[in-house]
């Protein structure tokens, strides 16, 4: 099976699975204060599987795919696996509203603003991570990561531009 059909695979049943069941707290990981990191990461994970099959810009589609990997990439870092920990309520109520909204340039701008949103909690999040935390390999991640958000951050908001 290609990538492409194991990718849509999950994706479909990504898209089928109640939002409300992701408004629930991880499951705590031997560092608590991992959780945060996993909560926000999961929710640009979702959105992004999300914004590959229903965004019609290629700049968005672009991003999602890129955000995808790299939220993939921090979940093993952090000793988890991606999207498996659920996500805040407030993060849960975006997703429903963008699974409801159909696919065109109202999504786009829909979930190139709750990326926005999410990086900037998430450049909080790593930056305290980076200095205070006790998991060598999560630690590197988060160091990594704070500028890796700077630089989606400004991609984000070009793309934003030109959806505006």
Request: charged share 15%.
């Amino acid at each position: 099976m290609n990538r492409r059909h194991v990718f849509a695979a999950g994706a479909a049943v990504a898209a089928a699975m109640p939002f409300a069941s992701f408004a629930q707290t991880a499951a705590a990981p031997a560092d608590p204060a991992k959780q945060p990191a996993l909560l926000g990461g999961n929710f640009a994970l979702l959105s992004s599987r999300m914004a590959v099959e229903k965004a019609t810009n290629a700049s968005v589609k672009t991003f999602a795919t890129m955000e995808i990997a790299e939220q993939e990439a921090v979940a093993m870092a952090f000793g988890a696996e991606a999207g498996a920990g659920g996500v805040s309520e407030k993060h849960a109520a975006v997703l429903k509203e963008l699974e409801a909204a159909p696919a065109g340039p109202a999504f786009d701008m829909m979930y190139v603003d709750g990326q926005i949103t999410g990086h900037e909690e998430l450049h909080k999040i790593h930056a305290a991570y980076a200095k205070n935390g006790s998991d060598p390999m999560a630690r590197g991640a988060s160091i990594v990561g704070v500028p890796s958000i700077e630089t989606h951050l400004a991609m984000l908001r070009g793309i934003k531009q030109s959806l505006a």
